[in-house]
């Protein structure tokens, strides 16, 4: 049975941080201050942290290709392991239509990543 694609990105999470890493991480990213301050201060345990964490992300839209790409700068050995919990996170790629998403394109800027199932590839896509 395959873990949801919250379960997967909690355990990858748990496998690539403890405590004050994931917090340095974090602060590190856009929006990252907001985000600590959504976090509990006292002690708790990592996968409470990370459960926590991924919660405030996600209602921040915070979880994005963006996210994605940081975590496999940070852990390149891992790139592939995260890459694909990236995929699982952003399952349907969505379609550009506009010319602003074009240009977005054009910069080398994307919204996530997933595994093309075809060609085995990871691949980038836009939102509209």
């Known amino acids: 049975m395959n873990p949801t694609p919250t379960a ?3 355990e990858l999470l748990v496998s690539l941080f403890d405590s ?10 856009e929006g990252g201050p907001d985000v600590l301050t959504r976090l509990p201060d006292g002690p708790v345990s990592l996968r409470e942290l990370v459960f926590r964490a991924i919660t405030v992300l996600e ?3 915070r979880i994005d290709g963006g996210f994605f790409d940081a975590l496999a700068n940070s852990f390149p050995r891992r790139r592939d392991a995260i890459l694909l919990v990236g995929e699982r996170w952003h399952r349907s790629p969505a379609v550009m239509t506009s010319a602003a998403s074009s240009a977005r394109a054009a910069s080398g800027a994307h919204d996530g990543i997933f595994v093309d199932e075809q060609s085995g590839c990871i691949r980038t896509f836009f939102s509209a």
């Open 8 to 10: 997967a990105l909690s």
């Open 59 to 61: 209602r921040h839209g």
């Open 20 to 29: 004050e890493e994931l917090r340095i991480f974090l602060a590190a990213q």
